[in-house]
């Protein structure tokens, strides 16, 4: 998760204590996806709306956050499915926030309204984020269901009208990167303080639907949500991150450099300590049935079960398989000069450790942005039509990627 607002305007918030904050003594933050039901169909979705048989009782989800609270859990987010589905949900909020877990939702919306909002702020939920995908057309489109995002906006309202904290969650498409600038007007049209926008990750339902952006739609969706953060922070949209491609960051300090921002030295640094890609060492997720992923998205692939075995095992074994996940990475990953800060994006989509790995998001930087410092320089400065130097990943020269970019 990148905080944009952070790194590229210096403002601070609250949440960033789990992102640019070393603590030895905190484990895992952890995503629980607590039901598979859903009464939505969404194109981009990695989950499934089939109800699972072996979706985990009351006592056994119970158990899996006293577990979360074992291992030093800072945040867990209620997903799903729709969370709101699960008929205990208000039983598992409510003992989350007791066990001391910072607890968040993560929902359509479409079953908010003001009784229901009331509830969650009783039962301690610290943050809602509500799925919007765009303008009314295209968030009905991408969902199947006419209605919804009259429905979710007021989901939005009836949150804030009992003082809970609410964001709305964006997936960035090949359908709607044109509609980031929509989505801040709406933001602030709904006093809203917080917008996560998420790289699509091809899992799932997504995976057969052709949603994935090119790398110049994700550069115009990057570019516009900087300076849309720009321009709405005195509109109160303080808090912009994007989540899912830890390319964000190079991209976000290639901007800052060439402004000759004095941000860029103090954003270096935090993202140096931040470390990229945490998949499977700081962040996990487990599904309905108990089983342990690496992420969210990672669905394919366990790590084993909590109901027969403990979630600190389950951890302790995992480390040595994603504590250094650039091993996998392709060539150009290895001469990147942000491979530090940035981890990759290695995942494989197939079910044991034979799988191949892959980049997944793509990196979408271009060649001269990865080189070191002093070779992008000579590049950028020297008539290339001279030389035939080639770029990192291609046999073809320097002049013709830049020339082609």
Excluded at 23 to 42: A, E, H, L, M
Excluded at 296 to 319: E, M, R, V
Excluded at 364 to 380: A, C, G, Q, T, Y
Aim: net charge positive; charged share 20%; with cysteine.
């Amino acid at each position: 998760m990148i905080n944009v607002s952070r790194l590229y305007l210096g403002i601070e918030n609250s949440s960033d204590r789990f992102r640019y904050h070393s603590d030895s003594k905190s484990g895992p933050i952890v995503v629980y996806n607590c039901t598979s039901k859903c009464s939505q169909n969404c194109l981009h979705c990695y989950s499934s709306t089939a109800a699972n048989s072996d979706e985990l009782n009351t006592a056994q989800a119970k158990q899996v956050l006293t577990q979360l609270a074992d291992v030093k859990c800072p945040v867990v987010l209620f997903s799903g499915g729709e969370p709101l589905e699960r008929p205990d949900i208000f039983q598992l909020l409510d003992f989350s926030h007791r066990l001391g877990i910072r607890t968040v939702l993560s929902t359509n919306g479409n079953l908010i309204d003001s009784k229901i909002a009331q509830k969650l702020f009783d039962t301690g939920v610290n943050y809602v984020g509500v799925s919007i995908d765009g303008n009314q057309k295209t968030h009905e489109d991408f969902r199947g269901i006419q209605g919804s995002f009259e429905k979710a906006t007021a989901a939005v309202k009836f949150c804030k009208a009992v003082n809970l904290k609410t964001g709305i969650r964006f997936t960035i498409t090949n359908r709607n990167f044109n509609q980031i600038k929509y989505i801040f007007s709406l933001a602030a049209q709904l006093n809203i303080q917080r917008i996560c926008f998420y790289h699509l990750i091809s899992a799932g339902r997504a995976a057969k639907n052709n949603l994935k952006c090119t790398s110049p739609q994700i550069r115009l969706a990057l570019n516009d949500i900087l300076d849309c953060s720009q321009d709405y922070s005195s509109k109160g949209v303080t808090e912009v991150l994007t989540v899912g491609n830890h390319a964000d960051g190079p991209f976000i300090l290639d901007r800052l450099e060439c402004q000759n921002s004095p941000l860029y030295e103090k954003s270096l640094k935090l993202l140096e300590k931040f470390g990229g890609n945490k998949i499977g060492t700081k962040i996990f997720a487990i599904d309905p049935a108990g089983n342990v992923h690496p992420d969210q998205f990672w669905q394919n692939f366990s790590l084993g079960n909590i109901t027969d075995k403990k979630l600190k095992d389950i951890l302790a074994t995992s480390f040595s398989i994603f504590n250094d996940k650039t091993v996998f990475a392709p060539p150009r990953c290895k001469k990147c000069r942000w491979l530090n800060i940035c981890g990759s994006n290695m995942r494989f989509f197939g079910s044991d450790l034979n799988s191949n790995w892959t980049l997944e998001p793509d990196c979408f930087l271009k060649d001269e942005e990865i080189l070191p410092r002093i070779f992008r320089s000579f590049l950028l400065e020297t008539d290339l039509t001279k030389y035939k130097i080639k770029s990192p990943n291609s046999t073809v020269s320097p002049a013709n990627t830049l020339a082609g970019s």
